[in-house]
């Protein structure tokens, strides 16, 4: 690889893990010449249309930089705005987008992505989720080139981190966002000295992490408790982990946001104990720290109970 001037670098990127790369970026005087993201959308029940993570970031800390948010990034229209900016790199982060071979071959140096997994392993649109998911003991980053496929491209840089058994999706995205920042730094500086190398991916060792579904978050009390809880810390604080409980003759939907096993054990379901609040699985027992109960804030599992008043309940 000879060495190039970074003059022109376009950054596509959506989410709260993309924006705060894209802080990164802008902190390091990164010559950023436009910024691609999602277009707005209503959130929840707000009819109003919310700027993404990227976008807002972008406003604050550098509105004189060129917003792009197109419906469809594959569109002939964008593509030929994009040859026009004459970009010499472009850095994906989790943009939401599949990015297509005209598209992808712009830019002078190559578009490179950050991908939150130690690639080939997790490819797709969740693999922290997932990996939690799987009860991984480690997970990593991956900056690659792209090419058309998912994921699949040739090897920059990657480095891992440890996933602790209570550790939620929270936890461990905070670790791989400040791994994310430190490779971008230096696969920046290599592009500039024309010294990095790729090397392919055994596609044979492939898995997938495809998007989080409603029904993956539903807690099914007949499994082990260490996939229930790894199901809760995958997906928490959001979309959370969710389950029905019995009070009366009303069911009531409940999220679990932070969890424990406990070596205790019941029919599946059954409320060991209130205080503190342990739920049965298949084998060992769950303590259930906080909930969020529908249409309410985050609270610890007491006060949860002691708002119901209710002397049995049931989980199912």
């Not at 700027?51 to 604050?60: D, F, I, S, W, Y």
């Not at 004459?86 to 005209?102: C, E, N, S, T, W």
Request: proline content about 7%; hydrophobic content about 40%.
């Amino acid at each position: 690889m000879t060495s190039h001037q970074v003059n022109k670098v376009i950054f596509f990127g959506t989410s709260t893990f993309s924006a705060r790369i894209l802080k990164h970026l802008i902190e390091l005087n990164i010559p950023i010449s436009s910024i691609v993201t999602q277009p707005d959308k209503p959130v929840k029940r707000s009819k109003l249309p919310v700027p993404p993570p990227v976008k807002a970031l972008a406003l604050e800390l550098c509105p004189n930089i060129p917003i792009l948010q197109p419906e469809k990034a594959s569109s002939k229209d964008f593509i030929e705005k994009i040859k026009n900016l004459d970009p010499d790199l472009f850095i994906v982060v989790a943009y939401g987008q599949i990015l297509k071979k005209d598209l992808l071959e712009i830019p002078k140096i190559g578009p490179i992505n950050i991908h939150a997994s130690l690639l080939p392993k997790y490819r797709g649109a969740a693999p922290i989720q997932r990996a939690i998911m799987e009860g991984e003991l480690k997970t990593g980053i991956t900056i690659m080139e792209m090419n058309e496929k998912m994921d699949a491209g040739e090897i920059i840089l990657k480095k891992e981190c440890s996933i602790n058994l209570n550790d939620t999706f929270k936890e461990v995205e905070e670790k791989l966002m400040d791994i994310s920042c430190e490779l971008i730094t230096s696969v920046i500086n290599d592009c500039r000295q024309g010294k990095y190398l790729s090397t392919p991916q055994n596609h044979s060792m492939a898995t997938f992490a495809p998007k989080i579904d409603p029904e993956d978050c539903q807690i099914n009390w007949n499994e082990e408790a260490i996939d229930v809880h790894n199901k809760i810390r995958a997906v928490s604080p959001k979309p959370g982990a969710w389950s029905f409980v019995r009070l009366d003759e009303k069911l009531v939907k409940i999220k679990i946001i932070s969890s424990e096993v406990i070596d205790i054990s019941g029919a599946p379901g059954v409320v060991i104990q209130k205080n503190p609040l342990i739920v049965s699985c298949k084998n060992q027992g769950i303590l259930i720290k906080k909930v969020q109960p529908e249409g309410r804030k985050v609270m610890d599992s007491k006060s949860w109970i002691n708002g119901i008043n209710k002397k049995s309940f049931t989980f199912t």
